[in-house]
């Protein structure tokens, strides 16, 4: 079992950044492709960015592409998702989750298997 729990979530101005982290338990986490997810309200969760086990390779999704970066620091078990120029369409509650069956970043929602709680990020005009 892994549990994730994230944190850095706020609210900013448009054109502002944030970043947001997402510490996982467990000795396996460097063998999990990670990813962010976000839900506006009254919309279904959408992918966000996801990347392989090793780092060496990451994916976004294209609204995001350009301004975010996800990383990872496997010593520190933690995974991160920089956020940058950020838009009032950014607003919505932001997920990490992790895969124990991939390895590659996959943009997949039924790819992961844990799931954290949740931060919200609130982005004013």
């Known amino acids: 079992q892994v549990q994730l729990v994230e944190s850095g979530g706020g609210l900013v101005q448009a054109g502002g950044s944030l970043r947001l982290s997402c510490a996982a338990s467990g000795r396996t986490f460097s063998t999990y492709a990670m990813g962010w997810f976000r839900q506006a309200p009254g919309k279904e969760r959408e992918f966000v960015a996801a990347i392989s086990y090793s780092g060496g390779s990451t994916r976004y999704a294209d609204s995001v592409k350009g301004r975010f970066i996800i990383s990872r620091d496997n010593a520190k078990n933690t995974v991160y998702l920089q956020m940058n120029s950020l838009l009032p369409e950014d607003t919505a509650v932001y997920y990490c989750?992790?895969?124990?069956?991939?390895?590659?970043?996959?943009?997949?929602?039924?790819?992961?298997?844990?799931w954290g709680q949740g931060t919200q990020v609130t982005v004013s005009s």
């Open positions: 989750a992790a895969s124990r069956t991939h390895v590659a970043a996959t943009g997949t929602f039924t790819n992961y298997d844990y």
